[in-house]
Nanobody
Framework: QVQLVESGGGSVQGGGSLRLSCAASGYTYSSYCVGWFRQGPGKEREGVAF????????FYSDSVKGRFTISQDNAKNTVYLQMNSLKPEDTAMYYC???????????????????WGQGTQVTVSS
């Protein structure tokens, strides 16, 4: 059974940094699109960063481009989200998700990934 487990969330002041981890079990990240989504209070779910694990192609939403970096460690079967220059509006529950295949725009925009983690809370204070 495919399982994704996020970790690394917490509380930080504006301008600070956090690194989220998404560890996979039950399969290897050989040719998957792995994405980080977030949902803040009263907001719709937003896909913020994606990586295609076969060739490490990455995609970012405009809201995080230049501040967040998605990366992978194949040996650990883990995808990371390095978040720098955090803002209060980044406060949300962050989820990782995985789907076999390339990170096509339709997948990224619709968010119809087959496997999801339980989420990790990120709170940024001003």
């Amino acid at each position: 059974q495919v399982q994704l487990v996020e970790s690394g969330g917490g509380s930080v002041q504006g301008g600070g940094s956090l690194r989220l981890s998404c560890a996979a079990s039950g399969y290897t990240y050989s040719s998957y699109c792995v994405g980080w989504f977030r949902q803040g209070p009263g907001k719709e779910r937003e896909g913020v960063a994606f990586i295609y694990t076969r060739d490490t192609s990455t995609f970012y939403s405009d809201s995080v481009k230049g501040r967040f970096t998605i990366s992978q460690d194949n040996a650990k079967n883990t995808v990371y989200l390095q978040m720098n220059s955090l803002k209060p509006e980044d406060t949300a529950m962050y989820y990782c998700a995985a789907e076999l295949g390339y990170c096509y725009y339709s997948l990224r925009s619709k968010g119809n990934f087959g496997s999801w983690g339980q989420g990790t809370q990120v709170t940024v204070s001003s």
